[in-house]
């Protein structure tokens, strides 16, 4: 498709799930653009609090609500949202989670980006800030030779305009539409986890991809604020999950096993899987109860993603 002279036409996919409140802020954020979107679509995996009700009395008229049958995983409702807005026929494609709220410039900054008129260019990522405004720097990285996630950027690197990066995340990434023919869409069935890293570092094998520090995009998610520990020296380690919710270990350890083992060299394998279990291994044995449980979880994690065994095979 050859570049047009025309305004680009812009949407932003939100996907949700029981977080009323916060959607209600992020539909409000990309309302307020200072570019204003052509559309937003939020894709609602089947929410069951009041986001129905919300969207209907608050914002019927100005987004497009795509209610999904049952909750497939934010996957899914990713892969639904850029299929959506590709097969619309917009030209960019911003999408996010419901639990952040861009800053009224974020649209604007990417457009103004060097990189926005380059047709090399496959994606560009808004800098994602705490509440506290702490840039989430681990959400940027370029990868190693087995495909593990190296952090390169550090808070001195933001005042450049670009940042080289190869993989990112699904909170603030605007994606061409070229990038998105030639490469497809993301993994539906991946469920939850690394449906971002997989399909940021899909593109960049072929499209050069950016971090725009200007645009900024604010993460609610408390979780970011939580205390961390270090765990023999090695790691740094956030709070634990409770044993009901051990089922997202499973997904984190299945899709990253299936991305490395299918997108790098399978004489990596050994190497993988001991890179991808030994810290989940070692959070178990020293810090968390229900070690016999959680390593079950962990051995189904492993032969599924050894196997491409994916979907919703675990969870609520």
């Given at each position: 498709?050859e570049?047009?002279?025309?305004?680009p036409?812009?949407?932003?996919?939100?996907v949700?799930?029981?977080?009323?409140?916060?959607?209600?802020?992020?539909?409000?954020?990309?309302l307020h653009?200072?570019r204003?979107l052509?559309?937003?679509l939020?894709?609602?995996?089947?929410s069951?609090?009041?986001?129905?009700?919300?969207?209907?009395?608050?914002?019927e008229?100005?987004i497009?609500?795509i209610?999904?049958?049952?909750?497939?995983?934010?996957?899914?409702?990713?892969?639904e949202?850029?299929r959506?807005?590709?097969?619309?026929?917009?030209?960019?494609?911003?999408?996010?989670?419901?639990d952040?709220?861009p800053e009224?410039?974020a649209?604007?900054?990417?457009?103004?980006?060097?990189?926005?008129?380059?047709?090399?260019?496959?994606?560009?990522?808004?800098l994602?800030?705490?509440?506290?405004?702490?840039?989430q720097?681990?959400?940027?990285?370029?990868?190693?030779?087995?495909l593990g996630?190296?952090?390169?950027?550090?808070?001195?690197?933001?005042?450049?305009?670009l940042?080289?990066?190869?993989?990112?995340?699904f909170?603030g990434?605007l994606?061409?539409?070229?990038?998105?023919e030639?490469?497809?869409?993301?993994i539906?069935?991946?469920?939850?986890?690394?449906?971002?890293?997989?399909?940021?570092y899909?593109?960049?094998?072929?499209?050069?991809?950016?971090?725009?520090?200007?645009?900024?995009i604010?993460h609610?998610n408390?979780?970011?604020?939580?205390?961390?520990?270090?765990?023999?020296?090695l790691?740094?380690?956030?709070?634990?999950l409770?044993?009901e919710?051990?089922?997202?270990?499973?997904?984190?350890i299945?899709?990253?096993?299936?991305?490395?083992?299918?997108?790098?060299?399978p004489?990596?394998?050994p190497?993988?899987?001991?890179?991808?279990?030994?810290r989940p291994?070692?959070v178990?044995?020293?810090l968390?109860?229900?070690?016999?449980?959680?390593?079950?979880?962990f051995?189904?994690?492993?032969?599924?993603?050894?196997?491409?065994r994916?979907?919703?095979?675990m969870?609520?």
């Open positions: 498709m570049a047009s002279s025309e305004r036409r812009i949407a932003a996919v939100v949700t799930y029981n977080r009323c409140e916060r959607l209600e802020g992020c539909i409000e954020a990309l653009q200072e204003p052509d559309e937003i939020v894709i609602d995996n089947a069951t609090d009041n986001s129905r009700e919300m969207l209907k009395e608050k914002f008229g100005k497009t609500n209610r999904m049958e049952e909750n497939l995983g934010g996957a899914y409702g990713f892969y949202g850029i959506l807005a590709y097969e619309k026929g917009h030209d960019w494609i911003w999408v996010m989670d419901d952040v709220e009224p410039d649209l604007k900054a990417l457009i103004d980006s060097p990189a926005f008129s380059d047709p090399s260019v496959g994606y560009l990522g808004s994602v800030v705490s509440p506290q405004w702490v840039p720097l681990w959400m940027y990285c370029r990868f190693s030779m087995t996630r190296r952090r390169v950027i550090r808070k001195k690197d933001l005042k450049a305009p940042l080289d990066i190869e993989g990112g995340s909170v990434s994606f061409r539409r070229e990038a998105i030639t490469m497809g869409f993301p539906k069935d991946f469920f939850i986890y690394w449906d971002d890293t997989e399909y940021t899909r593109i960049s094998t072929r499209y050069k991809t950016f971090l725009v520090p200007s645009s900024v604010i609610r408390a979780l970011g604020a939580l205390p961390r520990r270090r765990l023999l020296g790691w740094d380690i956030s709070p634990g409770p044993l919710q051990a089922w997202r270990s499973y997904y984190l299945r899709n990253g096993i299936y991305f490395r083992t299918r997108s790098g060299s004489w990596f394998l190497y993988i899987l001991v890179a991808s279990l030994a291994l070692a178990v044995i020293f968390r109860n229900h070690k016999i449980k959680r390593c079950r979880v051995w189904q994690a492993t032969i599924d993603g050894i196997k491409g994916l979907g919703k095979r969870g609520p």
